[in-house]
């Protein structure tokens, strides 16, 4: 069946730009989290769904991250007024639900502000 | 503060010399470790989760184990394609469900 998907593949923005990033989760999957990996650096966590409702928004770095998830599927991650420390590898997971389940990983979409 | 540690950063082996890779975590309550595969470009791929320590999981090549305190990724007899980087990510009790992620080790098998 078909993985996680995300776009764009690859982002280009200059400084100050708003960015929108999409991630379709696997069919059937209830919770879905967007992480983000930095150059040398471990993925790190930003926010995870469970349904539409993101219980918890605490890695979201500042004001300028937002998410939302709607219809218990997609996700949108916008990140306004891009800065330079914003370019990463934005990844999404989804799984099946809450509990110590396997989480599935799309592509990723590697953001470059310029 | 709950942490996650992999080593070594880097290895490289000869194709059919086997090794192991270190997860090290403290954390307050341990739900689940997840071991992930991640080649460059691509997204982790999932390889096992172990939930309590004395379990044990083969795939190929690969078997993971969990103590208490660690987990290792051992290696028999690898091949060139096993090169990538493996992640190892823990998942607390009290948490969200999300993952915390070591940095992962870069494995080079070389033929």
């Known amino acids: 069946g078909a993985g996680v998907s995300q776009s764009p593949s690859n982002k280009v923005t200059e400084k100050g730009k708003d960015v929108e990033l999409r991630c379709d989760p696997i069919?059937?999957?209830?919770?879905l989290y967007w992480y983000r990996q930095s150059l040398g650096q471990g993925l790190e966590f930003l926010i995870y769904f469970q349904g539409n409702s993101a219980p918890d928004k605490s890695g979201l770095p500042s004001d300028r991250f937002s998410a939302e998830r709607t219809g218990g599927s997609v996700s949108t991650l916008t990140i306004q007024r891009t800065q330079q420390e914003d370019s990463a590898v934005y990844l999404c997971?989804?799984?099946?639900?809450?509990?110590?389940?396997?989480?599935?990983f799309g592509p990723g979409t590697r953001l470059t502000v310029t | 503060e709950d942490q996650v540690t992999q080593s070594p950063e880097a290895l490289r082996l000869q194709e059919g010399e086997s090794s192991s890779l270190n997860c090290s975590y403290t954390?307050?309550?341990?739900?689940?470790l997840f071991w992930y595969r991640q080649d460059p470009g691509k997204g982790p791929e999932f390889l096992f989760t172990?939930?309590?320590a004395g379990e044990e999981k083969e795939k190929e090549r690969l078997k993971a184990t969990l103590t208490k305190k660690e987990s290792f990724l051992h290696i028999t007899a690898p091949k060139p394609e096993d090169s990538a980087t493996y992640l190892c990510?823990?998942?607390?009790?009290?948490?969200?469900?999300?993952?915390?992620f070591g940095s992962g080790t870069r494995l080079l098998v070389r033929p």
């Open positions: 954390v307050s309550g341990l739900r689940g």
């Open positions: 990510a823990v998942q607390m009790m009290d948490s969200s469900y999300k993952l915390i």
């Open positions: 172990l939930y309590s």
């Open positions: 997971a989804s799984s099946l639900g809450q509990g110590a389940r396997e989480q599935y």
């Open positions: 069919s059937g999957h209830t919770a």
